[in-house]
């Protein structure tokens, strides 16, 4: 059987405070062997590290832009802090979720962005003191991320993974000349997302990894229409065990075995995020 590793799952969301641990042991049943639990705010530091220890699986953290209206310069000092603290931590991996978000309403205000640019900021010099690599949430926002990083490169490449990625393909040649890696995961199934289809399927293959963002970023299986849902159906909700359908869908548009890809897909992962490797299948 094939072997995944989802590399973005908020496994800490309510979504699943239901069934969290019936939900990881259906995607460890269906090949899913780690999962990567990016906190998005300071409150969630501890609770993500509970659960990748209790179930085998690795954790980043850091504060997500649209959390930033609320963060505190505080929080800041409790990231690096929670970094030094748990530096000796194997699962620890990144510093994640972390970077802009201009498509939400709110992010229209110049002042917002300039708070999101500001936490965005402190938290790459952060993960550059710690020596970690990044997970990098980029909606709507792929230049304005790619700016930041490249001023906070100082002559040294990036490791880590650009999020739930949507840009051009000169936009994509650009984070993988940084040393970054790109997410794909549900969005890419819907037949209508002709560039990113196009971009998951035209990408070398050493630049893709694959993620669920459970419960969110539904493949077009779980997904509702406005009209489905005002007949009360509810939303579906992704999880982790849905990788492996997702993998089989992009290795079909991209003509190659599932298992090349999940091979590929894997090591893309440990490249990315180093500490995986540790971690073991």
């Known amino acids: 059987m094939p ?4 590399t973005h799952c908020h496994l800490d969301a309510p979504e699943f405070g239901s069934d969290r641990s019936q939900v990881r042991a259906r995607a460890a049943a269906a090949g899913v062997a780690l999962c990567v639990i990016p906190a998005v705010a300071a409150a969630g530091f501890d609770t993500v590290r509970t659960l990748a220890h209790a179930h085998g699986d690795a954790y980043a953290l850091g504060i997500h832009p649209l959390c930033t209206p609320s963060a505190r310069e505080e929080d800041l000092q409790a990231l690096d802090a929670a970094l030094t603290a748990h530096r000796h931590d194997p699962r620890l991996v990144a510093v994640g979720e972390i970077g802009l978000d201009h498509f939400v309403p709110e992010a229209q205000a110049q002042a917002d962005r300039a708070r999101q640019a500001h936490f965005f900021d402190a938290q790459l ?14 909606r709507r926002a792929v230049d304005a991320v790619f700016a930041q990083l490249r001023q906070r490169a100082e002559g040294q490449p990036w490791q880590g993974i650009a999020h739930a990625f949507n840009g051009s393909p000169q936009q994509a040649r650009a984070y993988l000349d940084l040393g970054l890696r790109l997410g794909f995961g549900g969005a890419f199934t819907f037949d209508r997302a002709l ?4 971009l998951a399927r035209s990408l070398p293959l050493e630049a893709i990894v694959l993620e669920t963002d459970a419960p969110d970023m539904p493949p077009y299986w779980l997904y509702r229409t406005q009209a489905q849902r005002a007949q009360g159906l509810a939303q579906g ?3 982790p065990g849905e990788l492996p359908r997702i993998a089989r869908e992009l290795a079909q548009l991209r003509g190659l075995p599932v298992q090349a890809l999940a091979e ?6 440990l490249a990315a995020l ?8």
């Open 3 to 6: 072997v995944f590793i989802d």
């Open 125 to 138: 010099r952060i993960a550059r003191r710690h020596g970690l690599p990044v997970l990098l949430h980029v």
């Open 195 to 198: 560039g990113l289809r196009e």
């Open 237 to 239: 909700r992704n999880e």
């Open 264 to 269: 590929a897909s894997y090591a893309n992962a």
């Open 274 to 281: 180093p500490g995986l490797a540790g971690l073991g299948r």
